[in-house]
């Protein structure tokens, strides 16, 4: 499997928005890059997931490195509610992959009011 | 609210002994994964199940087993438990192929002594 990087953790003030960044060097062709987050006593979340373009939902934006190489989840402005562990997975589009889920270490976020 | 639940949330064994937890899917949903997590970790996949059957696995021994039922619920057994099985257990569900999002329970957390 593909393998991610992500600082271990970040801090943010409430209502400024939160840069997360990730490496995927070796990111292959069918692979979509997925953002989930794990809210402390919760199971994981799905935030976001894209293949080539940057792309926008309710709760966050990800941008996509030209080469694919890296991205960067952004969430605009950041709430208590979004203090988290943040998990940048790659997830082979093929069918025969299934829904397997390759999950790091992943990124804490603090936010202080 | 995903429409994933688990039961039961907390239970507590001893070396040696076997057990079971529970799934409910989200209605719809034909693919169910596995999920262990432990302490301070990201989750680890376990396996997943496509129309009644085993359909791709992890790292993990034979002991670990499922079931998945055409009601939608499914079934994770842990026979001969070890002190290392004391972990967080997600279960997620989701239709296969799609690329999509996947949906998870809270998780049963077991505690093996």
């Known amino acids: 499997d593909a393998k991610t990087t992500q600082p271990n953790s970040m801090e943010s003030n409430e209502e400024e928005p939160v840069h997360l960044p990730c490496n995927h060097s070796t990111i292959s062709g069918t692979d979509y890059i997925h953002w989930y987050r794990q809210l402390p006593s919760q199971g994981p979340e799905y935030v976001i997931h894209?293949?080539?373009s940057n792309v926008n939902n309710r709760m966050a934006s990800l941008a996509i490195a030209e080469d694919r190489k890296s991205s960067t989840l952004i969430l605009h402005r950041a709430t208590l509610r979004d203090a988290a562990v943040y998990y940048c997975?790659?997830?082979?589009?093929?069918?025969?992959?299934?829904?397997?889920?390759?999950f790091g270490g992943g990124t804490r976020v603090l936010v202080k009011p | 609210e995903t429409g994933v639940t688990q039961s039961p949330t907390h239970l507590i064994k001893t070396r040696g002994q076997q057990v079971t937890l529970r799934c409910s899917s989200q209605s719809g949903h034909n693919t169910v994964s596995w999920y262990q997590q432990a302490l301070g970790q990201g989750p680890q996949f376990i396996f997943q199940?496509?129309?009644?059957?085993?359909?791709g696995r992890g790292n993990f021994p034979p002991r670990f087993s499922g079931l998945q039922f055409p009601n939608y619920s499914s079934e994770l057994n842990v026979n001969a438990l070890e002190l290392d099985d004391s972990a967080l257990y997600l279960c997620?569900?989701?239709?296969?192929?799609?690329?999509?999002?996947?949906?998870f329970g809270e998780g049963s957390r077991l505690t093996v002594l």
């Open positions: 894209g293949l080539t």
């Open positions: 199940y496509y129309r009644e059957e085993e359909n």
């Open positions: 997620a569900s989701s239709l296969i192929g799609l690329g999509g999002e996947l949906f």
């Open positions: 997975i790659l997830r082979d589009r093929g069918k025969a992959a299934g829904n397997k889920l390759t």
